[in-house]
Every structure is written in C-alpha cells, then in structure tokens.
C-alpha cells in the first residue's frame, strides 16, 4: 500500500495550494463548528463510519468527529470553506491502491482538503485503519486552537518559563489558581466545564496530584484512573516527548473526567511535563479538552537543540 505512513514529520508538512494572485492571505476565513468534518464522493460510508468511533480517554462516548456527508458527493461554494475536508474517490480502473494526498488552505484558511483513493470499497475497509485520517484532521483542529492562544510572552506564560524553563501559549481565560514546589496550577475557574492546565516536573502523576490538588478535605486529592492511561512516546531533537491520555478521579469523592499530558525528557534527565484536564459533569467534554491540548502542543523546552515542534 503506498502513501500511508503518514509519521510525525509527514503530519507536520503542508501542501499549499495559493490563491490566483499567489497570496494565501486573501482567502477567506474557513467555516465549520469544533471538529466538524464534511466528507463527500463514492465510500464515503466507510470515512463516516471511522470518524464517528468513539474518542479514547472520554469517560463517556463521544464521536472523534462530527461528520456530514453530502449525498450529491459535489462541494458547491459553501461546501468548499468547510475547514475540514475528506473526499473519496473509489475506481478500479484508476487506482491500483489505497492512497492518502491532502492539501491546505485551498478555498479558504484554515483548511485541510484529504483525498482518499481505492479500487473499491472492500479495499478502502481493509485499508482505512492505516491511513491515520483521524490523525491529521486532528492536528488540522489543534492548529485551528492554537491560533486562538495568547502569546508565550504573557504574564503568565513569562512566570512559566521563569519556574520551568519553557515557552508556552495559553488560553486566554486562565489564570494561576496555585503555586507549588516546581508546580503551577492553572484554570479558567468555569463552574460548569472546568478547563486546567498544570506544569510540573516528575513523571509520577499520582504523587504530584496528591501533593497538589486536593478535595474538600486533605483525606481526598486526585488520582489517576487505574487501567485508563494510554501513552504514545516519540523522540524528537534528542528529547523524548511523551503524550498520555487517560481519567482522573478524587479518591473518597465523585469527581473525576479525562486528562492528557506532554511529557518532555531533556537529555539531562530533566522532565518538564504539561498536563489539560477537565472537570464538567453531565457536558460533553471532547472539545474542552482538545482546546487545552492545542495550548500542550506549543509548550517548548528553553534547553538547546531540544524542542517539542
């Protein structure tokens, strides 16, 4: 199968495609709500089917992506500045294999525009695990977050980088809820869907959270979901960059809802850890926590020749 392995550096990149005068600058802005994905031509059932599982690290169901489909498989003019697109095309005679291609910011900006290739429909079935569609339409949708960040050069970010020694963007609604020993606890403070960041320096979650954040009581402080914890590790710039996704929990109390962290081990040894976690009973969650996420994913370690891109 060719062009499917689509790794980091591959996400990362773009195709651009300008606008008639050569300037990207001139499109419009792109439409669409928090992880929409318009998905159009011949299979698209399958598209629709992969994109609506369920997200990993929800403690409720909730769809990685809310997915329309066109029944008429055109992008008119509104169609085409939908931020997120996926396009099928199912042709034996044309295509020999599975292939993924994907563009940016071709009708307006931000957008990504994939087109997905196959024989037929059976082969599309087979394959559709390993095209990591999901994956980039997620980057597409961070990246749309962190255009909204504040600048790494806030109050906030600055006592950041003074503790920790890294950059970071933030959301614009947090402020810093607690300081620790190399911990800081930030929150938007929302009553009904809680958003928090924390930054620390030690691998072992547990001890940090039960030092840190407490419940009503000092008998109560929260821990990590036992089983809930799923863990990617990369290598990058001779740091290695762990993301961790899983469930927090107060002990003796009914709080609890998902969190994910960016782990960066300098090659001193050094761990500097950036971790989201929500708090909003009965809400759905999924957008919450990706918004926090796009904030992780700028976090930058000051230390030279190691950055987390």
């Given at each position: 199968?060719?062009r499917?392995?689509?790794?980091?550096?591959?996400?990362?990149?773009?195709?651009?495609?300008?606008s008639?005068?050569?300037?990207?600058?001139?499109?419009?802005?792109?439409g669409?709500a928090?992880?929409?994905?318009?998905?159009?031509?011949?299979?698209c059932?399958?598209i629709?089917?992969?994109?609506?599982?369920?997200?990993?690290?929800?403690?409720?169901?909730?769809?990685?992506f809310?997915?329309k489909?066109?029944?008429?498989?055109?992008?008119?003019?509104?169609?085409r500045?939908?931020?997120?697109?996926?396009?099928?095309?199912?042709?034996s005679?044309?295509h020999s294999?599975?292939?993924v291609r994907?563009?940016?910011?071709?009708y307006?900006?931000?957008?990504?525009?994939?087109?997905?290739?196959?024989?037929?429909?059976?082969?599309l079935?087979?394959?559709?695990?390993?095209?990591?569609?999901?994956?980039?339409?997620?980057?597409?949708?961070?990246?749309?977050?962190?255009a909204?960040?504040?600048?790494?050069?806030?109050?906030?970010?600055?006592?950041?980088?003074k503790?920790?020694?890294?950059s970071?963007?933030?959301?614009?609604?947090v402020?810093i809820?607690?300081?620790?020993?190399?911990?800081?606890?930030?929150?938007?403070?929302n009553?009904?869907?809680?958003?928090n960041?924390?930054?620390?320096?030690?691998?072992?979650?547990?001890?940090?959270?039960?030092?840190?954040?407490?419940?009503?009581?000092?008998?109560?402080?929260?821990?990590t979901?036992?089983?809930?914890v799923?863990?990617?590790?990369?290598i990058?710039?001779?740091?290695?960059?762990?993301?961790?996704?899983?469930?927090?929990?107060?002990?003796?109390?009914?709080?609890?809802?998902p969190?994910?962290?960016?782990?960066?081990?300098?090659?001193?040894?050094?761990?500097?850890?950036?971790?989201?976690?929500?708090?909003?009973?009965?809400?759905?969650?999924?957008?919450k926590?990706?918004?926090?996420?796009?904030?992780?994913?700028?976090?930058?370690?000051?230390?030279?020749?190691?950055k987390?891109?």
């Open positions: 199968i060719t499917l392995a689509l790794h980091a550096a591959t996400l990362a990149a773009a195709v651009t495609v300008l008639c005068d050569g300037s990207e600058g001139m499109l419009p802005h792109s669409g928090p992880s929409e994905v318009l998905v159009t031509g011949q299979g059932e399958c629709v089917s992969t994109l609506g599982a369920d997200v990993p690290g929800l403690p409720q169901p909730e769809p990685m809310d997915v489909a066109l029944t008429d498989n055109t992008l008119d003019a509104t169609a500045l939908e931020r997120n697109i996926v396009v099928t095309d199912i042709d005679l044309r294999a599975t292939t994907y563009e940016r910011n071709v307006a900006r931000p957008q990504i525009i994939i087109y997905v290739s196959s024989p037929s429909e059976q082969t079935r087979r394959d559709i695990g390993r095209c990591h569609i999901d994956r980039l339409l997620l980057r597409n949708e961070l990246a749309h977050y962190a909204r960040l504040t600048s790494d050069t806030c109050s906030t970010a600055k006592e950041i980088r503790t920790f020694g890294c970071m963007r933030l959301p614009k609604d402020t809820r607690k300081r620790g020993k190399n911990f800081i606890w930030l929150s938007d403070n009553p009904l869907k809680s958003g960041i924390c930054i620390y320096t030690s691998e072992n979650r547990d001890s940090v959270m039960q030092r840190n954040i407490k419940g009503e009581t000092d008998n109560t402080h929260m821990t979901v036992e089983g809930s799923v863990d990617v590790c990369q990058r710039d001779r740091c290695k960059v762990t993301t961790r996704r899983g469930l927090w929990q107060m002990t003796g109390d009914a709080m609890g809802g969190f994910v962290s960016r782990a960066i081990t300098l090659p001193s040894g050094k761990t500097i850890v950036g971790e989201a976690f929500v708090f909003a009973p009965g809400e759905r969650k999924r957008d926590i990706r918004q926090l996420e796009a904030s992780l994913m700028t976090m930058k370690s000051d230390a030279e020749g190691c987390d891109k």
